[in-house]
């Protein structure tokens, strides 16, 4: 049914140990995106091994990773709040049927129209994002029961410890890269706070600072298998009323994120992922979260990151990641919770530094301001917002800054053939945005009785250009002159239909031009 390994630089090794290394990375964000959407830990931890399963198993993208994450958390706040968990399953379960209908509708195909600047400033503004959310675990609880930052000697072991996990991440590379350097600088680190029974914060008392007093002694990170239950809700219009927002936009959050990491991986290793593929590996991911009690998800860039610089490539360093994950709340929850705080921290900021793209500052120098302005704009959203939020503003603001760019650049050279018709050659598009600059060109009372438009290096793009057009003709008409298209496609031709009565089109050595496909998306 599927390749656990289909890329050329990945082999077991590689993808086993770096799946143990991202099992590892992926407890505390589920614990932690688990109390933000306001469920118990171990939905989230369901959810991680759920997604990370499916979606490596017959996703688009192998060595991406998914699981609980913060951006949809952040949507599920709402409905647990006002109708409960039940609701969330069934929130969940339908954003993963619409996420597979944009994959068999092959809508994955739209996130090519997501412009450079927005891609890069989507990237620094997670950067960003991670960086921040890690400073979270340099604060405890204080004697008035609020979160304080860390003073004194557990301060300084704290950032010890994340400086060595980084050195052990940079330098164990230049000495060896049998073993993936994070693995070893978790292992080291965790060996080293116990052995030396060193005043650092563990994943436990990261998990105890969350819950309530009562439930802080009895906190753990085991667990059973999830199980099949059907969300019970009552199936009714009003139900679907109730969910359906949520839902909607959980799709689209989960699906923005996915295919603009995917791409992100796509670049980094030189390869292509296949979206509509990644679309319907997510929602079949989400419908499955739905139907066995876990917060559903989508791509993570953080542990993505985790897992390429670690050497995972194949599908097999996610599906390793997710069994692994299983293994620690099944059997093995106490070796996990005892993984000092500082490792994974150490781990996340190395993550941070290759995740941000350093060269875009050089970047800004050479390149427009409009394009500035957007990766600016996108990066504050993104960190103040929303990521879906700030990709639709980044896409939105190019695509005017584009048409207004566009519409400047329409313009008709003009002389009389042999006929004696006056020929306007045009170049540029027409468009809504230069219909103004279309119509200001024809000199409609001194021109010839026969006129001619040459669209050989322009095309009507919209209904405005068509409407232009017409209009143009209803001119000519009232004036007892004639105007004749030529080389025009016939993808506009099929758009005329509206000014057939005063247009004659004369087509020769008409351009072809092509709708874009997707065959391998």
């Given at each position: 049914m599927f390749d656990l390994i289909n890329n050329k630089?990945?082999?077991?090794?590689?993808?086993?140990?770096?799946?143990?290394?991202?099992?590892?990375?992926?407890?505390?964000?589920?614990?932690?995106?688990?109390?933000?959407?306001?469920?118990?830990?171990?939905?989230?931890?369901?959810a991680a091994f759920m997604m990370g399963l499916i979606t490596s198993a017959i996703g688009g993208r192998p060595g991406m990773i998914s699981g609980a994450t913060g951006a949809m958390a952040v949507v599920m706040v709402a409905l647990v709040a006002e109708h409960g968990v039940q609701y969330l399953f069934a929130a969940v379960l339908l954003a993963?049927?619409?996420?597979?209908?944009?994959?068999?509708?092959?809508?994955?195909?739209?996130?090519?129209?997501?412009?450079?600047?927005?891609?890069?400033?989507?990237?620094?503004?997670?950067?960003?994002?991670?960086?921040?959310?890690?400073?979270?675990?340099?604060?405890?609880?204080?004697?008035?029961?609020?979160?304080?930052?860390?003073?004194?000697?557990?301060?300084?072991?704290?950032?010890?410890?994340?400086?060595?996990?980084?050195?052990?991440?940079?330098?164990?590379?230049?000495?060896?890269?049998?073993?993936?350097?994070?693995?070893?600088?978790?292992?080291?680190?965790?060996?080293?706070?116990?052995?030396?029974?060193?005043?650092?914060?563990?994943?436990?008392?990261?998990?105890r600072d969350l819950l309530p007093e009562d439930q802080k002694a009895s906190a753990t990170?085991?667990?059973?298998?999830?199980?099949?239950?059907?969300?019970?809700?009552?199936?009714?219009?009003?139900?679907?009323?109730?969910?359906?927002?949520?839902?909607?936009?959980?799709?689209?959050?989960?699906?923005?994120?996915?295919?603009?990491?995917?791409?992100?991986?796509?670049?980094?290793?030189?390869?292509?992922g296949r979206g509509n593929k990644e679309c319907i590996?997510?929602?079949?991911?989400?419908?499955?979260?739905?139907?066995?009690?876990?917060?559903?998800?989508?791509?993570?860039?953080?542990?993505?990151?985790?897992?390429?610089?670690?050497?995972?490539?194949?599908?097999?360093?996610?599906?390793?990641?997710?069994?692994v994950l299983l293994g620690f709340i099944l059997f093995a929850a106490p070796l996990i919770e005892m993984i000092p705080l500082a490792a994974l921290v150490g781990v996340m900021f190395v993550v941070v530094i290759g995740t941000f793209e350093w060269a875009s500052f050089r970047i800004i120098r050479g390149v427009n301001k409009e394009d500035a302005f957007v990766l600016f704009l996108v990066t504050a959203v993104t960190v103040i917002s929303d990521l879906a939020i700030a990709v639709v503003v980044g896409v939105i603001v190019s695509a005017l800054v584009f048409a207004w760019k566009a519409a400047r650049y329409i313009e008709a050279k003009t002389h009389i053939d042999s006929d004696g018709w006056k020929v306007y050659e045009l170049r540029g598009p027409v468009f809504f945005g230069s219909i103004s600059h279309f119509k200001e060109m024809f000199d409609v009372a001194n021109d010839p009785e026969d006129v001619v438009i040459d669209f050989n290096n322009s095309r009507i793009w919209d209904s405005s250009g068509i409407d232009a057009l017409d209009t143009l003709a209803d001119k000519y008409e009232q004036q007892g002159k004639k105007l004749h298209i030529r080389h025009i496609s016939p993808e506009c031709r099929s758009l005329l239909n509206k000014a057939d009565k005063f247009v004659e089109i004369n087509v020769n050595e008409d351009p072809r031009y092509r709708v874009a496909t997707d065959k391998l998306a």
């Open positions: 630089d990945s082999n077991v090794k590689n993808d086993v140990l770096s799946g143990i290394t991202v099992a590892l990375a992926l407890v505390p964000e589920a614990v932690a995106f688990a109390f933000v959407a306001g469920v118990e830990p171990m939905i989230g931890l369901y993963g049927l619409l996420q597979i209908m944009c994959g068999v509708f092959r809508l994955g195909k739209f996130i090519r129209l997501v412009p450079y600047p927005v891609m890069l400033g989507f990237v620094n503004g997670l950067a960003i994002v991670i960086f921040l959310a890690q400073l979270g675990q340099f604060k405890v609880i204080g004697e008035a029961g609020n979160l304080t930052w860390m003073e004194g000697s557990m301060l300084y072991i704290m950032l010890g410890l994340v400086a060595l996990t980084m050195a052990i991440i940079y330098l164990l590379p230049k000495l060896t890269k049998a073993v993936p350097a994070s693995l070893v600088a978790i292992v080291t680190i965790t060996a080293l706070v116990h052995g030396l029974d060193l005043e650092a914060r563990t994943v436990i008392d990261f998990v990170l085991a667990g059973e298998l999830p199980t099949f239950a059907i969300p019970m809700v009552p199936f009714t219009l009003d139900t679907l009323m109730i969910i359906l927002p949520t839902s909607v936009i959980l799709c689209l959050v989960g699906l923005i994120e996915s295919l603009l990491t995917l791409s992100l991986i796509d670049e980094m290793t030189d390869t292509r590996g997510q929602g079949v991911a989400n419908t499955v979260n739905g139907f066995f009690g876990g917060m559903g998800g989508c791509a993570m860039i953080g542990q993505s990151m985790i897992n390429i610089n670690s050497g995972g490539r194949g599908r097999l360093s996610g599906i390793t990641a997710a069994l």
